[in-house]
């Protein structure tokens, strides 16, 4: 296998709290990252590089930049340039020798830019898992120009209310996401998310959300070798952004859980690239299983995986499959439950002092507390830090043990 040498440049594209955790990863291994992101970003402030470029993951100079001095691509966020990564990825960027003449310099980037590029978009996305046979939210696309209520209208007719109407690309933490309840919700909904090309997806009566973190590893000619799944977690949604996080799950017997990691390996196995990505699914009443979307890098359901995973957490795994690293057999927790609630900015930006001083009372006792903070300024609703909790017991007693951090986090959203 290819072997990362002390002087290999890992590319990344984005810097944000993925980014951050994903450098907190490569420094003790002695790993570079270069990071494409603004120059006071959450990734950059915890890693030193010469080679960290200032700019957008959306700028194809940037990226091209980025390139030129990076050994391997990968990125932490999916909402990049892929017209230049395919450039790239086929031609190479063209890079100075010091005898004055130049060569086209090709860095593998992982994952493929066809798989960022599916991903990108949410409505191509499901139709390609579903003629692969995986099951998805039935869905119908709305035409760009096209008038737009008249359409709402046939969604109506074909899904019934509720639907959810959805930004096919660009949206994340359910920005992008609209529940259409009555006519009423029409003009709001289109008001909402004017400006992007719209699908609408039935309204799926979930009785709970999974997720499923696989590290996918390839050959250099990019035959899979293998998908690892690392345990099923529950996540809790509130107003469509990701609250909490659960492993083992609530009250989910252990053939689901395991049903959900063979559904993911099975979505991951379609795709192309190395790297760990996402796989979020529903729970329907009947136990089984529907996927919602795919993320193709580390994410916010794999963040227990730091501490509860201490033989490789999503983000060392990350590092690995990119660089083509060995990787363990099977990805195990060493403890028997972890939660994580994320930190989210309330109506002042001193909102979340009380959750954090409440983790650090934590310290040097015989709770099992990690305080995450990203560097990031506080706003309402934004992803600023993390807490994870893990115990020897039940994910019931965890949960019971951990009222006054669930107290808190409840009062930072009022
Ligand atoms: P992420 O931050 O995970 O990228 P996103 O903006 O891409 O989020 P989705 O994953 O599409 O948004 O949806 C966010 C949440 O909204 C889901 O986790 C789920 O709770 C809810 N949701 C999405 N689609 C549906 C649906 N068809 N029916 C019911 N609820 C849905
Ligand atoms: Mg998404
Ligand atoms: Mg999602």
Redesign the pocket.
């Known amino acids: 296998m290819a072997g990362a040498s002390s002087s290999t440049i890992i590319g990344l594209l984005g810097g944000g709290q993925l980014g951050r955790m994903l450098c907190e990863a490569a420094n003790p291994l002695g790993m570079e990252i270069a990071v494409l992101d603004t120059k006071d970003c959450p990734a950059k402030q915890v890693h030193q590089s010469q080679h960290h470029v200032t700019g957008s993951f959306k700028d194809p100079m940037a990226i091209r930049e980025l390139a030129a001095h990076s050994d391997y691509l990968t990125v932490e966020i999916e909402h990049v340039d892929t017209e230049v990564l395919e450039d790239v990825a086929k031609n190479g960027v063209e890079i100075g020798l010091p005898d004055g003449t130049t060569k086209m310099h090709r860095p593998p980037i992982h994952p493929s830019y066809e798989t960022l590029r599916l991903i990108q978009d949410?409505y191509l996305q499901k139709e390609h898992f579903s003629k692969s046979g995986l099951p998805v939210?039935k869905?119908v696309s709305i035409q760009d120009g096209d008038d737009s209520i008249a359409s709402l209208k046939t969604v109506l007719s074909t899904f019934g209310f509720?639907?959810?109407l959805?930004?096919r690309k660009g949206?994340?933490?359910?920005?992008?996401?609209y529940?259409v309840a009555s006519e009423q919700d029409f003009e709001p909904a289109l008001e909402a998310l004017k400006g992007t090309s719209l699908y609408a997806?039935?309204?799926?009566?979930?009785k709970m959300?999974l997720a499923v973190m696989v590290v996918r590893t390839e050959d250099d000619e990019g035959n899979l070798r293998r998908c690892i799944a690392y345990p099923a977690v529950e996540?809790v949604?509130e107003d469509?952004?990701?609250t909490k996080v659960y492993m083992p799950p609530r009250g989910v017997s252990q053939a689901t859980c395991e049903k959900a990691r063979e559904l993911a390996t099975a979505v991951i196995s379609t795709l192309s690239g190395r790297g760990v990505y996402?796989v979020?699914m529903?729970v329907l009443a009947d136990g089984s299983l529907m996927v919602?979307?795919v993320?193709p890098r580390p994410?916010?359901s794999g963040h227990y995986t730091i501490e509860a995973v201490p033989q490789m957490s999503q983000y060392q795994a990350q590092l690995h499959a990119v660089l083509d690293l060995d990787m363990p057999e099977k990805l195990v927790p060493k403890v028997k439950s972890a939660l994580m609630l994320n930190i989210l900015g309330g109506a002042s930006p001193s909102s979340h002092h009380k959750l954090v001083r409440l983790a650090r009372s934590t310290f040097g006792t015989d709770t099992a507390c990690y305080l995450h903070l990203y560097g990031k300024e506080s706003k309402p609703g934004r992803k600023i830090g993390h807490i994870t909790i893990t115990g020897d017991g039940s994910i019931d007693e965890l949960q019971q043990k951990s009222q006054p951090f669930f107290q808190l986090v409840d009062e930072i959203r009022q």
């Open positions: 949410k939210a869905q509720p639907f959810m959805k930004a949206s994340y933490d359910g920005r992008g996401n529940k997806e039935k309204w799926v009566l979930f959300e996540t949604h469509s952004i990701c996402a979020e529903f919602n979307e993320a994410h916010n």
